[in-house]
């Protein structure tokens, strides 16, 4: 054994066929101690690694119950924080590259959030008329604040219901960070428009007057996925000008007007099922990430199916893509040798507010 760990530098320069045997020695010596998680929208290079693949909470609810000593979440920083605060206290959360960061995330920070409620507390009752909901994609101390505050959690997959909920706990919602999950979720419930304001955190009183405030059902943070914001109406009508029998399928994350003009609007795991399980021979337009649709577009392809990426430029996660297999051999290796680095831990008196947030989500759902 090593009495040191291996730095990264000495990986940097290695082809991916080098990492790859490197990677698979170290998965079997590590076995059962070890388990990778792979994001959808990971690299192939790194995704084939993975011994279980899905989306952020999926995979940390996984990992908790498997016998894993090591749960190393081929991800971005929030995916990795989820799994430390829903896993055993034995089990060591792992992030290859700590620079992959998600960018919406980064939009709304406690600071900001803490600035945001207390500039609400001025105008209206906050404590007992308004929830704070947190999108899965958010800091550890966002979900925090939320369990502070009477609050929850939501996904992509649930966010209905989880409006549902805190709507019969006040008459408010203060959601972040992405406004497009809330608003086209909102607006599927029945919620006018006019009643989901966008509090833009970089304005004095988000650039809203007090009437606003009062009678809005939803208070959107001007949040967005970077991924999703490439995605715009005009190209789905240029589309079906030329494939008119097309069928388009968004992400929640995508903005209102591309999901006005899809035929389906879903999660991930919603966009694979609906799509894996559609006739044969059939055409889809699909607003998510490129990873995601590159595969299933050749898994749908022995159907018959054509699988379309909805942007004509490029649209990956950047940060997920940090995640690569020099990272990986890394972090295993290490963990072979002995040694854990870039171990992802959340605070304790954060976990326990967040867990709160979380449980109360899956207690919902």
Known sequence: ????????HAYALLDDAECDSRISAAKAKLGSRCIILGHHYQRDE????????????????????????????CGVHFMAEVADILSRPEQIAILPDLAAGCSMADMANKVKVQQCWEQLAQIIDVENTVTPVTY??????????????????????NAEKILNWSFAQREKVLFFPDQ?????????????????????????????????????????WKGFCSVHQAFQPEQIDDFLARYPETLVISHPEACFEVCQKSDYIGSTETILKIVREAPDHTRWLVATELNLVNRLNQECKAQGKQVHFMAPTLSMCSTMFRTDPQHLAWVLENLAAGHVVNRISVDTQTASYAKQALDAMLNAS
Not at 139 to 154: M, N, P, R, S
Request: aromatic share 8%; glycine share 10%.
């Open 46 to 73: 790194v995704f084939k690694h993975a011994d279980i693949y899905g989306d952020s909470l999926k995979l940390s609810r996984e990992a908790a119950l498997s016998a894993a000593e090591y749960i190393v979440f």
């Open 136 to 157: 899965i994609n958010s800091a550890a101390d966002l979900k925090g604040f939320c369990g502070e505050h009477g609050g929850i959690v939501c996904t992509s997959s």
């Open 180 to 220: 497009h999950l809330g608003r086209n979720t909102g607006y599927r419930m029945g919620i006018p428009l006019e009643q989901m304001v966008t509090w833009d955190f970089n304005k004095p009183q988000g650039g809203l007057s007090e009437q606003q405030i009062r009678e809005a059902k939803i208070i959107l």
């Open 1 to 8: 054994m090593t009495t040191t760990a291996l730095p990264i």
